[in-house]
């Protein structure tokens, strides 16, 4: 058993002012896609200030459709009693999948103001966005967010108990889930994407590996109390919504390959 860390939610205070490492992560993220972005922005034809403009609107969609997704998916009943609390951003509660929604739609205004094909644009998004993606999870960490189940593997931790669960050890569920959708999955995205590939291959592989680890992860992840197990008695919320990640990143790497194969069999000609 491995004690819990204890790291205080609040990294700084000014006064009444209170900066969350939660919050931080987000500009964490956001710096690293910048950074990344510029690297590979001649690919695309795009300047400093486009990619500038491009996590902006990337950040807009994260913020808004990430907070909107959690409200309808996993807290519309306290949406219903209080809508105000909408807008308490500060407390916690982002949901990936609104963020994945707000992305796209702020994608696919980007990709449109300049002249870009969709899938072009997202395959260049999408090695960018697991550095955040980890950041997050080690955000929910210290925020002390994701409890996982009662475990006696012997990296378990015993959970603060304003985190509402027992004294018992439980799975580390936020780190594996930084590690696999943090590290892993910005090796494999960078890793592929540094030579040309069919449009639409590292889009697709980025929605089918997050879902197949989100998926997975999961099941040693308690569900949040709001909603339990919505499904059979073990499905969670986070689990079927990335059922259609899954569906859309097969489709979409299936696709590209039989066009890969189409050149090959005509430049075979």
């Not at 219903?80 to 702020?106: C, D, Q, R, T």
Request: charged content about 10%; proline content about 7%.
């Amino acid at each position: 058993m491995i004690p819990y860390p204890q790291i205080d939610p609040v990294a700084f205070s000014f006064g009444p002012i209170q900066l969350h490492w939660y919050g931080l992560m987000y500009v964490v993220g956001l710096t690293a896609a910048w950074w990344l972005g510029r690297r590979r922005a001649p690919r695309l034809g795009l300047t400093d200030d486009d990619i500038g403009d491009l996590i902006f609107y990337g950040a807009l969609g994260v913020v808004v459709g990430g907070r909107l997704g959690y409200a309808l998916f996993y807290g519309f009943e306290q949406l219903l009693a209080n809508p105000l609390w909408l807008f308490k951003v500060w407390e916690g509660g982002m949901s990936f999948h609104g963020g994945l929604a707000g992305v796209l739609i702020a994608a696919w205004l980007f990709a449109r103001r300049h002249r870009l094909a969709f899938f072009q644009l997202t395959d260049f998004i999408a090695p960018l966005v697991p550095i955040g993606l980890g950041a997050g999870r080690l955000g929910n960490f210290i925020n002390h967010e994701l409890p996982g189940k009662i475990s006696d593997v012997p990296w378990a931790m015993v959970f603060p108990p304003m985190m509402g669960v027992g004294p018992e050890p439980r799975h580390p569920s936020a780190l594996y889930e930084f590690a696999l959708e943090g590290v892993v999955l910005f090796a494999v995205l960078w890793w592929l994407s540094r030579r040309p590939q069919q449009q639409g291959l590292i889009s697709g592989l980025f929605l089918l590996l997050y879902g197949a680890f989100r998926f997975t992860v999961e099941f040693v992840r308690l569900p949040g109390p709001q909603l339990g197990f919505i499904a059979f008695g073990w499905l969670t919320m986070g689990q079927l919504l990335t059922l259609p990640m899954l569906a859309a990143g097969a489709l979409l790497i299936i696709t590209a390959y039989r066009r890969q194969q189409t050149l090959v069999a005509s430049s075979g000609h």
